[in-house]
């Protein structure tokens, strides 16, 4: 008798610690693995990154969402299947884009300083010839779209190979997960986890 009571005692703590892990890795914060190079030089494959759930999302920052539903252009998508990119524009916001290379968000000149002036340029405005570019987003050509209301506008950093709403158009909101913080060790963590 002595030793259940004793057994007991030692597994309640430790199931209590697997439901609280099992909340908070639900609900609050988990950590994922980066998949591909879209988001390169900020993020590598596989390095890992911290996803707040609940965290609001601002513009620059990098944000997870599900994938399936979104990229209609990728028949292979299994329904969990997750996309790291950077928010562009928030709902709501009018895009302009030159041929040089220079973003304009609500008529405000963004810097893009996360990334290189070549990507900027070519990177951004030169598509993959082989995908078909989403309606009414043309980069490079100097035209305002509007992002609709519970949408997003993201890219990758990797902007010469990223797959991403120039393609597949914006994101809605309910399929973002979280916002990516990096590491404070990460090689360039300053990139992703400021959105200035």
């Not at 292979?76 to 562009?88: A, D, E, G, M, S």
């Not at 980069?139 to 120039?166: E, M, W």
């Not at 393609?167 to 992703?192: D, M, T």
Request: aromatic content about 10%.
């Amino acid at each position: 008798m002595i030793k259940v009571k004793e057994i007991v005692a030692t597994l309640i703590p430790i199931i209590i610690g697997g439901l609280i892990a099992l909340v908070i890795k639900t609900f609050l914060v988990t950590a994922i693995s980066v998949d591909g190079s879209s988001m390169v030089p900020n993020l590598y494959a596989n390095e890992t990154v911290v996803l707040l759930r609940h965290a609001r999302v601002k513009r620059n920052q990098i944000v997870v969402f599900k994938a399936a539903g979104v990229d209609k252009n990728n028949h292979y998508l299994k329904p969990n299947t997750l996309y790291i990119k950077r928010v562009i524009g928030m709902p709501g916001d009018r895009i302009r884009y030159s041929k040089q290379g220079n973003l304009y968000i609500n008529g405000k000149y963004q810097a893009q300083s996360y990334i290189s002036p070549l990507q900027r340029k070519l990177g951004t405005t030169l598509l993959n010839p082989g995908v078909k570019p989403a309606k009414g987003i043309r980069l490079g050509s100097n035209r305002t779209f509007k992002v609709p209301a519970k949408t997003y506008f993201v890219l990758g950093d990797n902007r010469t190979i990223s797959n991403d709403s120039r393609y597949y158009g914006f994101v809605p909101a309910e399929k973002i997960q979280g916002v990516a913080k990096a590491f404070p060790w990460s090689r360039n963590h300053q990139l992703v986890n400021s959105y200035k």
